[in-house]
């Protein structure tokens, strides 16, 4: 028994782990039974308290189970299975707006663009047409043209030029979020996604059974715009806020009839009490729930001791309630957010609370927004008199992710930065990304790798903002704001901030794949059924399981018992492919199916090969066992020749196919390397453990001669 203990293991171990691979296929197909039944016994009770009670107490007993098994399982493509249809829509409008020159927008082109919003909702219409007809009547009788706003090489009056370029740039972004979308989502090219083009801006997606429907959200709509954006948290930045706390609030004051003391806004500090003051003010308004609530009116309280009148602080001598109301009053946009001042030297750097009541002195800043203050705090600078009050320069992105230490205490609160408008440098330059971790924080990051020009680059950006501090930006999120201690060569970089790994492998798939080039978002999302039809299916699968029971017949007929272990190798390999595609992820659809019918050709010709060669043997008066050996050896030579020329055409179809191709290329390429395991050293170990205890075996050779035993005797 030892003697044959390793051909045992060839044969058994394979199967095994095909088994083992496949056992939550199997399960969840189980699973899945039970409970279509449960709910049809459900549906029958025709007491909503009864059908809750039965599913409960089946996703009780099974619902883990069930979960676990649907996470592993192999997949089935929509055409056999069903999945997600998705369709979504390219943001044309936000990339007419990008290639507009920044500082010729005015409201006349806002409200072109707003009412080309409004039209491409209920016109089907390319957006770009829609745009230039909403131009033409709104833009063109006030004396603009499409000269005033976009720059180009031919400045003749018709505008030919650009509207060309507009029309070139937007068929491109459509085709470029096509592809960039699949290859986000089908990395290996098993998951076989359907992706079309639908009229002049959507984009339509069949996604076969998805695991993780919100991570593939996410996904799809992740534009991947990375940026690095110098940060501008300084005094000209706090003053701005300022204008605009004292601007909303004599608004309000004239809205209710109050007199308003009109200033000169060009004034350094509107808001200081005494203009020569250096004395810090605390704001009657410094209790905010861990540095988290500063947005809540109910808790905004006054911590100025109201017993002594302070000529500093026009609160001093008023409640603690009236001090707080009266604040927020001057203050309805900075008490949104906290801000905080860095003092102190670089190496004893230290920072305290702000009040927006005292001098502004130069230097760096940070700010803090509680989660609940973000959509008020966007609604007050997305307004058109607010804009104008911002450097046209500056922009303003909030944190990818809440503070941790905050969050430990269940509050949601993020850092903002006030960033440069035009990046230092853009992703274009990485040439490849890799989720990994941080080795002092062991925290999940994301390395980028750049290319020759952007390594010079970054080296030259670094090297000129020593000190300062680079946001890395991506979809206007920041990830990381680090302070640059030294200039940076070779081109590696870092994102930070992700708050688990799943999160730093989506982005490094999404950095690998690419950037869309304007924003794409999901108007429509439903769950679809197999997209070929029933009957299509049924006669697919007849037709596989047809062409199967040819092969398995005719090897059984002309070869006989060793037809019979051939058929055997090819199920064997037939197994190994599922189990393979399941290991991986992957998705079988009708062209996975095609590429293993393939395989189980290729299989059966290896054999062919290899029995009529031992037949060859076996008419010179070779002996069994003697004529098996010279028939693998001899016949090698032209199975291997065959199986590599498949496989490397295989390869290029990979490589250079997309979508369905990609998916048959796999399947043949994981069955070819099958079929040289099966046909070739599984198959041998069964025949010689068959030899071994019968002595001979029949290859269907002609009645002309008998097959010699192992032992020399006809």
């Known amino acids: 028994m030892k003697k044959y203990l390793g051909k045992i293991l060839i044969i058994v171990l394979p199967i095994a782990a095909a088994i083992i691979l496949l056992y939550p296929t199997m399960t969840a197909s189980n699973l899945e039974e039970l409970e279509n039944a449960a709910k049809k016994l459900a549906s029958e009770t025709g007491n909503t308290e009864d059908s809750l009670a039965i599913m409960d107490e089946f996703y009780k007993q099974y619902g883990k189970d069930l979960a676990d098994a649907k996470k592993n399982r192999l997949k089935l493509g929509l055409d056999l299975r069903g999945g997600m249809y998705v369709t979504m829509e390219v943001d044309i409008v936000k990339l007419i707006q990008e290639s507009a020159e920044p500082e010729s927008i005015d409201d006349i082109f806002n409200e072109v663009i707003n009412k080309t919003l409004e039209d491409q909702k209920i016109s089907e219409e390319a957006v770009l047409d829609i745009f230039l007809k909403n131009f033409k009547e709104i833009a063109n009788p006030r004396g ?154 109910d808790t905004a309280t006054s911590d100025v001791d109201t017993a002594e009148k302070d000529p500093n602080n026009p609160y001093s001598g008023l409640s603690d309630e009236e001090a707080g109301k009266r604040y927020r009053e001057d203050h309805p946009f900075t008490t949104l957010f906290l801000t905080y001042y860095y003092y102190g030297t670089d190496e004893n750097r230290q920072v305290q609370q702000f009040a927006y009541l005292n001098e502004i002195p130069d230097g760096e800043y940070m700010f803090r927004i509680p989660k609940e203050s973000i959509d008020k705090f966007n609604a007050i600078l997305n307004r058109v008199d607010i804009k104008n009050f911002l450097p046209i320069d500056l922009s303003i992105s909030i944190d990818a992710k809440p503070d941790r230490n905050a969050l430990k205490q269940n509050v949601e609160i993020y850092d903002f930065y006030v960033l440069k408008k035009d990046p230092e440098l853009t992703g274009e330059v990485i040439t490849d990304a890799r989720a990994t971790f941080d080795p002092t924080s062991n925290a999940p990051v994301v390395s980028m790798q750049m290319n020759s020009d952007g390594a010079e680059s970054w080296a030259r950006i670094t090297g000129a903002n020593l000190k300062k501090r680079i946001a890395i930006v991506l979809d206007d999120r920041v990830y990381s704001a680090p302070v640059v201690q030294a200039k940076i060569t070779g081109g590696n970089s870092q994102i930070s901030g992700m708050a688990n790994t799943e999160e730093a492998h989506l982005l490094e798939i999404v950095l690998k794949s690419g950037a869309l080039k304007t924003a794409v978002s999901i108007i429509e999302e439903r769950v679809v059924g197999p997209s070929l039809g029933e009957d299509s299916i049924r006669n697919g699968l007849q037709a596989t399981i047809g062409a199967a029971l040819l092969v398995i017949l005719f090897m059984l007929m002309y070869y006989r018992g060793a037809g019979g272990i051939a058929d055997t190798a090819v199920i064997i390999n037939v197994m190994l492919i599922l189990a393979v595609l399941a290991a991986l992820g992957g998705t079988l659809t009708l062209p996975g199916i095609a590429g293993i019918i393939l395989t189980m050709g290729m299989a059966v010709d290896a054999n062919v090969l290899i029995f009529e060669r031992i037949r060859e043997e076996l008419l010179k008066g070779r002996t069994t066992r003697a004529a098996i050996d010279e028939g693998f050896a001899k016949a090698m030579s032209a199975i291997l020749d065959s199986n590599i020329t498949t496989f490397l055409a295989a390869v290029v179809l990979y490589y250079l196919g997309s979508g369905p191709i990609q998916g048959f290329a796999l399947t043949l390429i994981i069955g070819i390397i099958g079929t040289l395991f099966t046909a070739i050293i599984v198959t041998k170990s069964i025949i010689e453990l068959y030899i071994s205890r019968r002595g001979t075996m029949s290859f269907g050779e002609s009645q002309k001669y008998k097959p010699i035993t192992a032992g020399g005797k006809k």
């Open 144 to 297: 603009k043209n499409l000269l005033n706003y976009f720059e180009t090489a031919n400045y003749q009056d018709d505008s030919v030029a650009i509207i060309e370029k507009l029309k070139k740039n937007s068929e491109q972004a459509i085709d470029q979020a096509q592809e960039v979308i699949r290859r986000r989502i089908d990395q290996y090219g098993v998951s076989e996604p359907n992706i079309n083009k639908s009229g002049s801006r959507r984009i339509v997606l069949e996604l076969p059974g998805v695991q993780n429907r919100d991570e593939m959200m996410a996904l799809l709509q992740t534009t991947a715009r990375l940026e690095f954006n110098l940060v501008r948290n300084n005094e000209t930045i706090v003053k701005t806020f300022a204008k605009i706390d004292k601007y909303l609030s004599d608004l309000e004051k004239k809205k209710k009839g109050i007199e308003v003391i009109e200033e000169d806004t060009t004034a350094t500090d509107t808001t200081m009490v005494a203009e020569n003051s250096t004395e810090q003010v605390e704001p009657p308004s410094t209790d905010t729930a861990s540095n988290a609530n500063v947005a809540n009116d």
